[in-house]
């Protein structure tokens, strides 16, 4: 009697058993979610990583304007402090000193020339006078 086992009656509608289903099977394996949720990772992480290095770049640009904005803001400050200094007394009595030679009564005015700028001067001019018209033709040939 052995062979007489009972078994239980599946009651479906030809449908096969889950277990023997494939993608029953499939859904239910450890590698298959694991694989699903790594991807599922991937496409989440993707766009945070572009949102960060676009997020990173846009901090930059504004630390470097920031920079520039502080430059300018120091040149121009730089350039108020000159154009009141053009505008004072003193600078006009410089600038008239220096471009006009002008003189506060009382005052002389003393000019020192470079000795040695007119001694070379000299020397060339009496160098030129010296060579006659040969030797010059000869060194310009020759004395290279």
């Not at 078994?7 to 859904?27: A, C, E």
Request: hydrophobic fraction near 35%.
């Amino acid at each position: 009697m052995a062979s007489n086992k009972i078994r239980p009656r599946v009651f479906s509608s030809g449908q096969q058993d889950h277990h023997s289903n494939f993608f029953y099977k499939l859904i239910s394996s450890q590698r298959f979610l694991a694989i699903i949720g790594l991807i599922l990772l991937f496409i989440i992480a993707l766009p945070l990583a572009k949102t960060y290095s676009q997020r990173r770049l846009v901090e930059k640009e504004i630390s470097d304007i920031k920079q520039e904005i502080a430059q300018f803001e120091k040149d121009n400050q730089e350039l108020k402090d000159m154009l009141n200094y053009l505008k004072s007394d003193q600078s006009l009595e410089a600038q008239a000193r220096i471009n006009l030679n002008l003189k506060k009564p009382g005052e002389t005015v003393v000019v020192i020339e470079n000795q040695e700028d007119k001694k070379n001067q000299s020397n060339d001019s009496e160098e030129k006078i010296v060579q006659s018209n040969f030797e010059k033709w000869f060194n310009y040939f020759f004395s290279r």
